[in-house]
């Protein structure tokens, strides 16, 4: 069975490269959205409409780790008291 450390070390890593893969591509689609051949109003309607969807798509993740968190913190608090 593989060690906790080398686990929480693995996960650590591909959440680090998860990050910067997003980022690298949202940042790419707003260089692709600079570059269009497309009216000024166009471009920023689609900038803010990707901010958008970036911004819900933070808020579920933050939502869903938040959860997480709290049902470790209860099931902690469960075994301490038991």
Same mark, same amino acid.
């Given at each position: 069975m593989a060690d906790a450390e080398t686990a929480s070390q693995v996960s650590r890593f591909s959440i680090y490269l998860s990050l910067a893969f997003a980022l690298v591509g949202v940042g790419l689609l707003y260089v692709a959205i600079g570059m269009v051949d497309a009216p000024m109003e166009t471009k920023? !309607?689609?900038? &803010?409409? !990707? &901010? !958008? =969807? %970036?911004? *819900?798509? *933070? %808020?579920? %993740?933050? &939502? =869903?780790?938040? $959860?997480? %968190? #709290?049902?470790? $913190? $209860?099931?902690? #608090? #469960?075994?301490? &008291?038991?």
């Open positions: 920023v !309607l689609w900038a &803010s409409g !990707l &901010s !958008l =969807m %970036v911004a *819900f798509g *933070f %808020v579920i %993740v933050w &939502s =869903m780790a938040r $959860e997480a %968190v #709290r049902t470790i $913190e $209860e099931d902690l #608090r #469960r075994k301490g &008291s038991a």
